[in-house]
Structure formats: structure tokens, C-alpha cells
């Protein structure tokens, strides 16, 4: 069932993509899939121990293989880098971060950490060549307990002398004194400790990479499969010393993301560094394997909150301790994470400004990790919504009443949060009765009425989960404040060519999303011209030098609003030539359909197709006024935006097996206007389904000497079809103010909104057994554990 | 090893080595890159191709186990003049993919279930495909394509 409000024009049909021929007939290319004659093929060693001093690194035998053109240890490459691997985001002043580079030197941190390399005529030769590099190890004690790091018992990096990276605190000034305060006098509070388990992105194309070096003049090509074209440029220029004109990074097909390929990783800049100094292409293709140890992983925090409520239950304050784990290095923006999710502790709540929050953050011998899908906005929504269901617990009243009493009022909209970001629009109720009646949730309560009697062993629960989600990231003076290294602007050149075909050059770098129809339907509406007329470039930054590229789900709102800005700016320029081709007052055209008309005289038209042959020729323009039709804008959001909603979902649990069944899942998700609500809704679905597999399937287990238990996709439960519901999703539409297309996003909403709802499913079914949480992922095993514990042992 | 092995109808013999994949073969010797590589386990599906009339994970076969067999990669399953295959366009029509990766794995997978099973159930669809992974889709829209190759 989808429900949306009736929409006219191009905006909002639900149009199908121009991405899927290629993609369904395998004709896209994906890095691995580019001819690339002559490259030699790049291995990567990698440490098989969490933290070892390299002793000594013997390349010898690798180096006289077949096939092998050389054979590289850390220690050989560290000249070739001009500084160290990058991290974007220095939290604090005094933030920790030790050295990294692509190959460790001296000492490797964790299983997977890079310590050698290989470049070979074919992939398997490179690969060969691996077992004969003799590295002597030594290995050290690892560091895998979060609290245990903290301790600094066992210091990792000596370089830094703690395994502490930063402590970073989210307090509002004028209320110091009063979250204490609030809390004395609750009439209720909760306390709460979740854990968010590390979790594997998996994106289904593995990263690949090819650099090409020019033959003369040193220019280079670097392919990869990132989310972050413009991002990996500069970061490749700065870290090996290229000039920044001389590299051309390009995204051809990216086979999904999820913040794992937000990121400058080493084999990007080992492929770079060695074609650099080979003179040949360098080419890299990751193994599954390979990726679960050396692609970044996700969540991996300790969450400690605390509620205050009145009689009422209406929250009064909130208190939040997190542990942050880094891994054993700082990603491109590893240590922000966290950050992303302090400003949404209060989920969609009214609270005054009685909010502490301070997060630490510390280094284990464990893959680094950064954002995956969501980004510290799920984990604040977890750790919210969670604790709101044990509010509701010790008010006594239904969770979904109570969050109702909590609902920021439509009315306050814009509404200026504990936080001092504003929230730009929002109806809350109006999502929840919408969820509760698909689910129909007064049914379901009736049910288990009927149904969780004592000595029932299958148990009938419902968990309610609503939401925020900050996207768009980001306006560039927020993102000042929080020491990030970077703009959140996005740029956007739209080009009318002599035929009336339009060219849209776009900043975004899709992966999936569906970027091409989705912003050629934006221009097709603004500029009356079929989407078909409209081609959309992106993720080559020799044809879109400029851009912040795509995560956070900002690509719509700031991206495809900077097109709709440069359409803007494109008629304004056009009006200008029909104007004068009409002998008309530029003031008193009007531009519909495609058309420019002279107002109260419709005899007087000039179709665009006209203007733009005439800007081409430029026969016969306004003196001073430049030939052709083209604009560029380049938009700095000011505010992020919100999108919101309830999901509910309904689960069984067999109390002797443990087994939790997901009977049905309602989502309503307000993300503004929709461009393209088929895109919305497959949003959701897989957003929904990579929540729900945070809550009942995966994680990143190690074991005490910090080995990846879950290397390969035959131990890290990535759900199949079978393992998971459909998805029955619904919409209110509740326009951002903030920008011209009234948008939000809706990337990350479903990953948000998820994870808690199937939880609070869970432990819904079994509190009348007196289980009042279940660890995550919820696997038969500890929900059976939960309720034996809950029950004293005697299940 | 010499080997003879016909994809999509077209016939291609080399030497290779004894440990070479199918799915490499597919992809290196034949050129035909649509049949992508998602894991090391033949956990994901993403190389499933048609062996003689049946989906395979060409993963889980060395190269020379597939001398003298007819192959169909997702190259082959479009008209000669271009048009879809019926359960491409279904794909298509019910945005059953949006990164592309896993969808010529999907696509193989979903012919060769209908084959079997022409009018199957959503349950059966869901438990048709486990053996492919999807990241991007939650399966949702996956499962409605097939369904809505079948009705058709």
C-alpha cells in the first residue's frame, strides 16, 4: 500500500529509471569491469595479527615470482607520501590521531591493517606473490574492550601515549546546573545502557580502483568505486603531492555505498603512488574478505542515557554518555560520527534546553570505523526510542500515548531545538495516526490481550518507533562549528544546448540512488521540456570539477535544489533574449511549459527551443549580454533538513525457541515533497531492511585476540529474501520551508527508524515475562537467553 | 587446460589454468563483465549465470567443469533488437534494482525459479532467491518483479 497526496507536472510521478537498461543488461561498467590494457595488478598483504610490531619485512622471494614487477613494505613506500592517510574531522583541538599510512610501518593495529604490497601482471600472480613475503612479527597485546581501552591498561599507539582520541561535550550554557536539577526532581526517570555492535557495510560491488597515468606530463586518471569523487581528489592531491589540476578522479557504476565508500582508503592511494611511479596503470579489486577487514565498519558505540519526565511523563531532561569506538585508526570522518547524533538525542520530543551529552571516543585494534548509513543518527534514535519505551514502562502508559504527550506541536514549527538547530517543519501526529492505522494498532493491543495469557509460547509485540533525520548536510557555518574540514554546499552547471537538449552537470555522486532520472525530472518541470531531453553528468571531475559528492542523505535537498537554482538563473538569462526577440518588456514575460509569453498577449510566444538556438547563434542578442544558455549555482543549504515519521512493527516471538518472526512492517516517512516516490519508497524498503538487519541478524564479532570472526559473507548474516518481510510503507507530506523544491531526504530514514521498532517489537512480546531488553543482534540464541535470565534461570 | 564452452550462443575455446573460475573465465576470457563478483564464499549470487538451462553461482565452478557447456550470462537474455527480456522489463517496472550490482545474479536467479515454478507464492519467491543478496532493495520491490513476470 502506498498512500500520497495527488501531485501534478513531472514532480512527483512515479517515473521509471533511465539508470536500469544499462544496469539490467549488464552493459554498465563497474570498476572491476573497465579494459584497462597493460595494468598491473596490485595485492595488498595484510596483518593477520590485531597488534604486532613489524620486525622485519622480507620481499626477496615474492619479488623473483612469475609475473611480479615489484614488491613493496611500508617501510619501502614511506617516501612516497606527502602526509599521512587523511581524517577530515578533528573533533576537538586536542584530538588524538595517530600516523597512518596506506602500509603500516613499524607496528600494524589491526587484522587486516596493510603491511605489504605486490604489483603483478595478473591478479592471481599478485596474489601468489603474497605467501612468499616473509614478515616477522611480534605480536602484542590487543586491545578489543572499549572500556578496557579507555583504562589505557594497554596503550596502542605509543606515539600518542593514550588509546583516548578526544572527549567532546554537547552542553547548553544557559541551563548549566539545571539538567541536575531536573533530574532531582522527576517524578519519573530512566537509565539505560545500550550497546550498538559494530557492523559490516557490505555493499554488494567490493571497492575497486585503477589509476592511469598519462604518458607524458604527469596528468593522472584515478577510477574508483567511491562515493566521493571530489572529496578523493583532494585528498589523493594532498596526500601523495600531485598537483591537484593534474588528477582526474572518476566514479564509473558504484555498486552501493552506505557511507563505506565515503572514505580515501589506501589502496586508492597505493594504486596512485605506484602508477605514479611505474609509468604504468595500476588496478586493485577487493576480495569479499578483504573488504570486511579493510573497508570501514560501522556503529561500534557504548550508549549510556538517562530520561527525566514529569507526572506526566512529558521529558523534562536528558542526559547521554557515549564510548565511541574509532578502531584502531581516523577514517576520512571517523571520529564525527558520534557528533552526527548528539543533536537528536531528543528525537522529535519537546525538551527544554536541560541536555548534556559528551562523548569519548577511543582507539581498539579492530577495523577503523566511520559512517555507515545514517551515521550516529540511528544510534540517537536507538538509544531514544528505546529508552521512551522504558519511560512508558514506569509511567504506566501505552508507548505510543506516550510519545504523543511528547510530540513537538506542529504549531511550534520552526522550532528551535534544546540543541540550537532548528527544526524546519514537522507534523508528527499526523505520521503516527497514519502508521497506527495501517498496523491497526488498537487491533493488535486487543490481540495480545487474548493472545500473551501466561504459558503462551508464542507472543504477539508491537514497537513504535519515531523519528528525525538530519540530512542534507549540511550549511557550511553548522558544519564550522563542529571542526569539520569542508563545505556542505553542492554545485550544479545546467547547460541549454543549440537543440534545446539540456545538459545538467551535478556535484552528487549516485551509487544507486537514481540520481539521472531523479534530477532530470527536476529540470524537465522547471524548463518544460521532456525528462528525456534532459542528460545529467556527474562523478567525473573532469566534467563536474565541483562538488561535495553524496552521503547523508544531502544529494536531493542541497544538490537538486543547486539544480533547480541554476534552471532558475537559465530562464532569468533566456527571458532576457525572448524579451528582446519580442520587443517586449523582460519584466512582463511569463515562462511556462516551455514557453515564454507575453503577458495579456498570447500571440507573443517564444518557445525555448528558439531562445536557445538564438543564444547560440548569437545573432541577435541584448547588447551586452554573453551567447549561450547556460547557468552554474553553487548552494550552501541554510539549515538541514528533516525529515521524519513513525514506523511500526509487528513481530512473534517463540519464547522456547527464541525465533522472532517480523509478521508485518508499516513505515510512514515524511521526507517533503517527492520528486520520484518510486525512488522513495525503494529508499525505504532497503533502509528499512538494513535496520532491521542491525536488529536481528549482524554484527562484527571478534574474538578476544581481536581476529574477525565474521571475515566472509558466510559469517556476517547479510539477510536474504527469505529472512526478511515486505515492507508496507505510507507518506505524509509536510514541505521543507527552507528550500524551493520543499524537499528533505530519504536515504537514511529507513536504517533510522528501524532498528528501533524491531526491538521495541521484541521486548513489547516479552514483557510480561519481565524482559526488559534484548541485546542486539536479537538472534534466537540471546532472545531465548533474555527471557531465561528474565525468568531466573528456570526457562 | 583447453576448453570449448559456448556463452550466449557464441562459442569460445582457450587454455587456461586449472584454477581459473568460471566466473572469471566469464569475465576475463569471454570479456562479458555483466556477471559480477560480490564475495569468496558463493555466499552473495552475484555471478549466477544459466549453465545448459539452470542457474549456477559460476563461483562454485572451475572453468574447465564447464568444457562443452552452454552458458547464458545476463549479456545474453535481451532480444536481438534490443528489447528486454520479460523479467528485465519487470525489474525495470517495479524498481527491483538500484545500484545494479546484484541484478544480473537477480536476474538469473528469477528466470531460472520461474522455470521451475511458474506461479509461484511470495513465500516461494523469497525462498526461491536466498541464495542471492541484495543490499540496496530490501528485497521488496525484487520479489513484486518476479511476481509480476509471472502473472504476466
Known amino acids: 500500500m502506498t498512500m500520497t497526496d495527488d501531485t501534478t507536472g513531472v514532480l512527483g510521478q ?19 569491469d573497465l579494459p584497462i590494457p597493460g595494468a598491473l595488478h596490485l595485492a595488498v598483504l595484510r596483518s593477520p595479527y590485531a597488534r604486532a610490531r613489524i620486525v622485519s619485512v622480507d620481499t626477496s622471494a615474492a619479488a623473483s615470482m612469475p609475473g611480479v614487477t615489484a614488491v613493496f613494505s611500508g617501510a619501502d613506500l614511506a617516501e612516497a607520501w606527502a602526509g599521512p592517510m587523511p581524517c577530515a574531522w578533528p573533533v576537538t583541538d586536542d584530538m588524538k590521531s595517530p600516523t597512518h599510512y596506506p602500509l603500516a610501518v613499524g607496528q600494524a593495529n589491526y587484522v587486516g591493517d596493510g603491511v605489504a604490497c605486490v604489483l603483478a601482471t595478473s591478479a592471481s600472480a599478485a596474489r601468489d606473490a603474497l605467501d612468499a613475503i616473509d614478515v616477522e612479527y611480534e605480536p602484542l597485546e590487543a586491545v578489543i574492550d572499549l572500556e578496557d581501552a579507555l583504562s589505557d591498561r594497554v596503550v596502542i599507539h605509543d606515539e600518542i601515549g593514550t588509546n583516548r582520541s578526544y572527549t567532546w561535550d554537547l552542553k547548553i550554557e544557559e541551563s548549566e546546573g539545571d539538567v541536575d536539577r531536573a533530574f532531582a526532581d522527576a517524578a519519573y526517570s530512566v537509565k539505560e545502557r545500550y550497546i550498538q555492535q559494530r557492523l559490516i557495510p557490505a555493499a554488494m560491488e567490493p571497492r575497486a ?9 604527469g596528468d593522472m586518471t584515478l577510477y574508483s568505486s567511491t562515493q566521493v569523487p571530489h572529496i578523493l581528489k583532494v585528498m589523493t592531491a594532498l596526500t601523495l603531492g600531485i598537483p591537484e589540476h593534474q588528477l582526474r578522479v572518476v566514479a564509473p557504476a558504484v555498486g552501493g555505498g552506505f557511507g563505506s565508500k565515503l572514505n580515501v582508503y589506501a589502496e586508492e592511494l597505493l594504486c596512485a603512488a605506484l602508477a605514479q611511479r611505474t609509468g604504468s596503470p595500476v588496478r586493485w579489486a577487493e576480495t569479499r574478505s578483504e573488504g570486511n577487514q579493510a573497508t570501514i565498519h560501522g556503529r561500534g558505540q557504548i550508549q549510556d542515557i538517562e530520561l527525566a519526565a514529569d507526572a506526566d511523563g512529558r521529558l523534562t531532561a536528558v542526559r547521554v554518555r557515549l564510548i565511541g569506538d574509532m578502531g584502531a585508526y581516523l577514517q576520512l570522518v571517523t571520529p564525527g560520527v558520534p557528533l552526527l547524533g548528539a543533536f537528536l538525542y531528543a528525537g522529535v520530543y519537546e525538551l527544554p534546553k536541560t541536555y548534556d551529552f559528551s562523548c569519548t571516543s577511543v582507539f581498539t585494534n579492530m577495523t577503523p570505523t566511520d559512517a555507515y548509513r545514517g551515521a550516529g543518527r540511528p ?14 514502562a514506569e509511567v504506566g502508559v501505552d508507548p505510543l500515548e506516550l510519545r504523543r504527550r511528547n510530540f513537538i506541536p506542529t504549531a511550534s514549527y520552526p522550532y528551535e531545538a534544546m540543541t540550537g538547530l532548528v527544526y524546519d517543519s514537522g507534523d508528527h501526529d499526523k505520521a503516527a495516526t497514519l502508521a497506527a492505522e495501517m498496523i491497526d494498532y488498537a487491533g493488535v493491543r486487543a490481540r495480545q490481550e487474548t493472545q500473551n495469557v501466561p504459558g503462551a509460547t508464542k507472543r504477539l509485540g508491537i514497537g513504535v518507533s519515531t523519528y528525525f533525520e538530519m540530512c542534507g548536510l549540511a550549511p557550511s557555518r553548522v558544519l564550522a562549528s563542529l571542526n569539520y574540514g569542508a563545505g556542505g554546499w553542492e554545485a550544479a552547471t545546467v547547460r541549454v544546448l ?15 540512488q537514481g540520481h539521472e532520472t531523479a534530477w532530470s525530472m527536476i529540470v524537465a518541470e522547471k524548463m518544460g521540456v521532456s525528462p528525456d531531453d534532459v542528460d545529467v553528468l556527474h562523478s567525473d571531475t573532469a566534467i563536474a570539477p565541483l562538488g561535495l559528492d553524496t552521503y547523508g542523505s544531502r544529494s536531493l535537498s542541497v544538490g537538486g535544489v543547486a539544480i533547480a537554482m541554476a534552471c532558475d538563473k537559465v530562464v532569468d538569462k533566456a527571458k532576457q533574449i525572448a524579451a528582446h526577440q519580442l520587443e517586449a518588456n523582460p519584466d512582463d514575460l511569463e515562462f511556462s511549459g516551455g514557453e515564454f509569453r507575453v503577458a495579456g498577449s498570447p500571440d507573443r510566444a517564444m518557445p525555448l527551443a528558439a531562445v536557445a538556438f538564438e543564444a547560440f547563434t548569437a545573432h541577435n542578442l541584448p547588447d551586452g549580454l554573453e551567447p549561450n544558455l547556460e547557468a552554474h549555482t553553487t548552494y550552501d543549504p541554510p539549515n538541514f533538513s528533516w525529515p521524519f515519521g513513525t514506523h511500526m512493527c509487528l513481530v512473534e516471538v517463540d519464547t522456547e525457541t527464541g525465533e522472532v518472526e517480523v509478521l508485518r512492517y508499516v513505515a510512514v516517512d515524511d521526507c517533503g515533497n517527492q520528486v520520484n516516490p518510486l525512488i522513495v519508497d525503494g529508499q525505504v524498503h532497503g533502509g528499512v531492511i538494513q535496520g532491521l538487519a542491525q536488529a536481528l541478524y549482524e554484527e562484527a564479532v571478534y574474538d578476544a585476540d581481536g581476529n574477525l570472526q565474521t571475515s566472509t559473507l558466510a559469517e556476517y548474516l547479510v539477510p536474504a529474501a527469505s529472512d526478511v518481510p515486505s515492507i508496507e510503507t505510507g507518506h505524509t507530506i509536510t514541505p521543507s520551508p527552507t528550500n524551493q523544491l520543499g524537499v528533505k531526504g530519504i536515504g537514511e530514514a529507513g536504517t533510522i527508524a528501524s532498528t528501533p521498532a524491531v526491538i521495541n517489537a521484541i521486548v513489547d512480546a516479552l514483557s510480561g515475562l519481565g524482559v526488559r531488553d534484548v541485546p542486539m543482534p536479537a538472534s534466537p540464541n540471546t532472545v531465548w537467553r533474555a527471557i531465561n535470565e528474565a525468568q531466573g534461570g528456570q526457562q | 587446460m583447453d576448453i570449448t564452452v559456448t556463452i550466449n550462443g557464441k562459442t569460445h575455446t582457450a587454455d587456461v589454468e586449472p584454477r581459473t573460475l568460471l566466473v572469471q573465465f566469464i569475465r576475463e576470457q569471454a570479456g562479458l563483465t555483466g556477471t559480477n563478483i560480490g564475495c569468496d564464499t558463493s555466499s552473495c549470487g552475484a555471478c549466477s549465470v544459466h549453465i545448459d538451462g539452470e542457474a549456477a553461482k559460476s563461483c562454485t565452478l572451475l572453468a574447465v567443469q564447464a568444457d562443452g557447456c552452454s552458458i547464458t550470462t545476463i549479456e545474453g537474455m535481451a532480444g536481438d533488437d534490443g528489447s528486454l527480456h520479460p523479467m528485465q522489463q519487470a525489474f525495470m517496472e517495479n524498481h527491483g534494482l538500484q545500484c545494479g550490482y546484484c ?5 538469473m536467479a528469477a528466470t531460472s525459479l520461474l522455470a521451475e515454478n511458474p506461479n509461484p507464492t511470495e513465500e516461494e519467491v523469497r525462498l ?12 521488496h520491490n525484487i520479489v513484486q518483479s518476479v511476481l509480476a513476470c509471472a502473472k504476466s
Open chain 1, 209 to 217: 580502483v585503477a589509476a592511469i597515468p598519462q604518458p607524458f606530463g
Open chain 2, 103 to 107: 541484478t544480473p545474479g537477480m536476474v
Open chain 1, 498 to 512: 543549440p537543440t534545446n537538449k539540456i545538459q545538467v552537470v551535478t556535484g552528487t555522486a549516485p551509487h544507486g
Open chain 2, 128 to 139: 526461491g532467491l536466498e541464495g542471492n543478496l541484495c543490499r540496496c532493495t530490501g528485497y
Open chain 1, 379 to 392: 544510534e540517537a534514535t536507538y538509544a531514544i526510542e528505546r529508552a521512551m519505551d522504558s519511560l512508558a
Open chain 1, 14 to 32: 512515479r517515473m521509471l529509471r533511465r539508470e536500469d537498461p544499462a544496469l539490467l543488461t549488464g552493459e554498465a561498467k563497474y570498476t572491476a
